[in-house]
């Protein structure tokens, strides 16, 4: 064979003796740990990287939270930090330094001797109890704000603009006499409608009726057609026995407030009493258009109906009382001479038959 051609077909199956040793099992162990160590190196780098990167995420988390919770802290209702019922952030912050001291603090006692003190430190324990005062009124505390009032006057008894206050927490407390007494003498300029009404209704209660109705006409020249000096009004009217005026007055009331029920039937009871039919068969028939389940108000409007010659209105009437109640009560007040005339009606007899009242 040609020698340049056999060396050629050697060189084609030759070995590369720079990678022959690779595969002997000594240098194949290497290799393999070699490749291990790599892997175990790239597996910790990424594992560090990892970790870095869930410590940065948990961290921006943690400072969102945080940012996010102060943003509600900031935006919520502050904390009360109450002296009592009193909370600090409820008061102007001129007043807050009231909640610096104890309660005793205001304190109106000294010891009787010499003149009664009148200095900065006297001035500052009327001004503290004069703000609670007022700060108790705001949360109807009526007996703290009474007691903290009657110490601001114990401290300076001639100090303007505290009678009325206090005058409207006794009259809270339904300590009417007290009331009054204050208020009596009170300037005009501290008399609004609503405390001269609230004057009249103390009137009313302590039976002081002409006073009483000096400040209800007082309160409704200060603002006409005020709803509720006109229902004081009327119960002032009626306890003074004068019946045109307090019809006058109920009828006053309920054109601006025609809901309230409860007026109004106790409107009709008293028409009935001082004998004004009419009007009372016109207020019952308002009501019985509004409140259809009550017997009382049925059997009321068919003895009115029945007074005013309304028999066919007066059976009406009855009958429906009778579907509301027990028979016998819807009929109870027909054993009243009165109605003697309502009997013989025909449509009467026959709602009587209709029924088993034994």
Not at 24 to 39: L, Y
Not at 148 to 158: G, Q, V
Not at 213 to 237: C, H, I, W
Request: charged share 30%.
């Amino acid at each position: 064979m040609d020698t340049g051609k056999r060396q050629h077909l050697q060189d084609i199956y030759a070995t590369d003796q720079s990678t022959k040793d690779d595969y002997t099992p000594q240098v194949a162990n290497e290799i393999v740990e070699e490749r291990k160590r790599e892997i175990r190196r790239r597996q910790f780098t990424g594992f560090l990287l990892g970790m870095t990167i869930l410590v940065l995420a948990v961290s921006l988390v943690f400072v969102v939270v945080r940012e996010y919770m102060d943003i509600l802290k900031e935006g919520s209702t502050p904390t009360a930090i109450t002296q009592e019922y009193i909370p600090r952030y409820s008061l102007p912050a001129e007043s807050q330094w009231v909640l610096d001291f104890q309660k005793s603090y205001g304190d109106p006692k000294w010891d009787g001797e010499g003149e009664r003190p009148f200095n900065a430190t006297w001035l500052k324990k009327a001004t503290f109890n004069l703000v609670l005062a007022e700060q108790a009124i705001e949360v109807n505390e009526f007996d703290e704000a009474a007691r903290l009032y009657e110490a601001a006057l114990e401290i300076l008894p001639n100090l303007e603009g505290i009678k009325v206050p206090l005058g409207m927490a006794y009259f809270k407390l339904e300590q009417f006499d007290k009331a009054l007494a204050l208020l009596e003498g009170a300037a005009d300029t501290d008399l609004t409608f609503t405390i001269l009404n609230n004057l009249g209704a103390a009137c009313i209660e302590a039976k002081a009726y002409a006073q009483g109705e000096d400040y209800l006409k007082r309160s409704l020249e200060l603002k006409p057609a005020y709803v509720e000096a006109l229902k004081n009004q009327a119960m002032l009217y009626r306890k003074m026995e004068r019946p045109e005026e307090a019809s006058k007055s109920y009828e006053q009331y309920l054109d601006q407030r025609p809901l309230d029920t409860d007026t109004r039937y106790d409107f009709s009871l008293y028409l009935t009493k001082i004998g004004n039919w009419d009007l009372a068969g016109e207020q019952l028939r308002i009501l019985t258009a509004e409140v259809t389940d009550v017997a009382n108000l049925y059997i009321v409007l068919a003895r009115v109906e029945t007074k005013l010659g309304n028999f066919d209105a007066a059976t009406e009437a009855t009958r429906r009382a009778i579907q509301l109640t027990d028979p016998k009560l819807a009929i109870a007040w027909m054993n009243e001479a009165e109605f003697d005339r309502l009997r013989e009606h025909e449509d009467f007899q026959a709602l009587i038959k209709s029924i088993d009242v034994r």
